[in-house]
């Protein structure tokens, strides 16, 4: 089992290219969710999707999109890239229910808005 | 206040040594709690959940939770120059499934 896989692993964007981040996992989990972690803020959730065809805005939704294409991907979109957006970019999943919603996180997409 | 806070540290022990970390939440009605471990420039890893008060050994880690006190905490016995790592608390947001709080994270050195 891979668990969660992220690609990029790395990205060089200029101001106001458009890119997409992409996550799979194969744990048959129904949760996924994309966070970013900068210095000193901690973890902070984007977007999430509770079960495959919904999706929900998080702490820090503004400047991306997201779309859960089936069960195992969940893909977030940057479509106009701004420098505030240079982070670090995690995906996890989790089985998401009441007794068991552990997070399990990707490698992470190092990304720079230059 | 925040959701979840942690002690910022750094925090250094020696090898050999119990690290201590804690965290306190706000909402009450959270009923999972987690301990992540993140190398630098890795991701965050698992290590220990929590669901009941009382504690919870997993080899060289135990974790508290007192929910009355709204507090959880990790202990790492015999510590080892390994277990250097930044340690983030989660804790569920009772009110929405599957979101988590996330802590800032303790960064704990331990020294040979």
């Known amino acids: 089992n891979a668990g969660v896989t992220q690609t990029p692993k790395f990205q060089v964007l200029k101001t106001g290219q458009s890119m997409t981040l992409q996550c799979a996992q194969d744990?048959?989990?129904?949760?996924m969710y994309w966070y970013r972690q900068d210095p000193g803020m901690g973890l902070r959730l984007i977007y999430y999707?509770?079960?495959?065809?919904?999706?929900d805005k998080g702490e820090v939704p503004n400047g991306y999109n997201v779309s859960r294409l089936n069960k195992r991907e969940f893909s977030l979109r940057l479509e106009s890239a701004a420098p505030s957006q240079t982070s670090v970019y995690f995906c996890?999943?989790?089985?998401?229910?009441?007794?068991?919603?552990?997070?399990?996180f990707g490698p992470g997409t190092r990304l720079t808005v230059l | 206040q925040k959701e979840v806070e942690q002690n910022s540290g750094p925090l250094s022990v020696p090898e050999g040594a119990i690290a201590s970390l804690n965290c306190t939440y706000s909402?009450?009605?959270?009923?999972?709690f987690f301990w992540y471990r993140q190398y630098s420039g890795k991701s965050p890893e698992l290590i220990m959940s929590?669901?009941?008060?009382g504690d919870k050994e997993d080899g060289r880690f135990t974790a508290q939770l007192n929910k009355a006190s709204q507090y959880v905490s990790l202990l790492i016995r015999d510590s080892q120059p390994s277990d250097s790592a930044t340690y983030l608390c989660?804790?569920?947001?009772?009110?929405?499934?599957?979101?988590?709080?996330f802590g800032r994270g303790t960064q704990l050195t331990v020294w040979p």
């Open positions: 996890a999943s989790s089985s998401g229910t009441v007794s068991n919603n552990e997070q399990f």
């Open positions: 744990m048959n989990h129904n949760s």
């Open positions: 999707s509770a079960s495959e065809g919904t999706t």
């Open positions: 909402d009450r009605v959270s009923q999972s």
């Open positions: 929590i669901y009941s008060n």
């Open positions: 989660a804790v569920d947001r009772g009110s929405t499934l599957g979101r988590l709080y």
